[in-house]
């Protein structure tokens, strides 16, 4: 089955603390992975699009990297403004030759001062 | 270069209702792609528009239609409305279809 998984769910780290993201996906054909940045009761802010396995991306304190099977979004002593919710998508080839995206349910990441 | 803009930000309806939301989308952007997110939850896929027509279509009822126009603004329309209906209701632009996604601020409805 086509499916998107983020983890964790939420993640609380100190302020210089660096971890990391992960999205997994279990879809053929893969045509893109995005990550979005989504605060509260706002809509989601684009951060990075990858396409291949080996490819990286970075943005100030984050980076996103991509393999065949997930991709990891990095960050590198995050500050308490990099709370938010982190949303990935993955967009793919169906059996019908379509081109379908998939989100996951996100990571909520509380940064503490 | 104008992002993608929605109206109105908030709206509260009742039960059975009708609602039309609108959004705008980015400069030389000619896909819109319309999600319902719940709280908590990843945005859900309703439909996309392209050059008008309809372009792909998710698991909603089809008291959920949409419209798009010839400046490839969109609007999104709800009939009978259910209390499961609450949720943030957001617009995304892109190039052509299979490109980057660009998100409005959302409108966050209500219905009681």
């Known amino acids: 089955e086509d499916q998107v998984t983020q983890s964790p769910e939420a993640l609380r780290l100190q302020e210089g603390e660096s971890s990391s993201l992960n999205c997994s996906y279990t879809?053929?054909?893969?045509?893109?992975l995005f990550w979005y940045r989504q605060d509260p009761g706002k809509g989601p802010e684009f951060l990075f699009t990858?396409?291949?396995?080996?490819e990286e991306k970075e943005k100030e304190r984050l980076k996103a990297t991509l393999t065949k099977k997930e991709s990891f979004l990095h960050i590198t002593a995050p500050k308490p403004e990099d709370s938010a919710t982190y949303l990935c998508?993955?967009?793919?080839?169906?059996?019908?030759?379509?081109?379908?995206?998939?989100w996951g349910l996100g990571t909520s990441l509380a940064v503490n001062p | 270069e104008t992002g993608v803009t929605q109206s109105p930000t908030h709206l509260i309806k009742t039960r059975g209702q009708q609602v039309t939301l609108r959004c705008s989308s980015q400069?030389?952007?000619?896909?819109v792609s319309w999600y319902q997110q719940a709280l908590g939850q990843g945005p859900q896929f309703i439909f996309q528009?392209?050059?008008?027509?309809?372009?792909g279509r998710g698991n909603f009822p089809p008291r959920f239609s949409g419209l798009q126009f010839p400046n490839y603004s969109s609007e999104l329309n709800v009939n009978a409305l259910e209390l499961d209906d609450s949720a943030l209701y957001l617009c995304a632009s892109s190039l052509v279809p299979a490109e980057t996604q660009y998100f409005g601020p959302g409108t966050r409805l209500l219905v009681l």
């Open positions: 879809v053929s054909g893969l045509r893109g």
């Open positions: 400069s030389g952007h000619n896909t």
């Open positions: 998508a993955v967009q793919f080839l169906n059996a019908g030759n379509n081109r379908k995206l998939i």
């Open positions: 528009y392209y050059r008008e027509e309809e372009n």
């Open positions: 990858l396409y291949s396995a080996g």
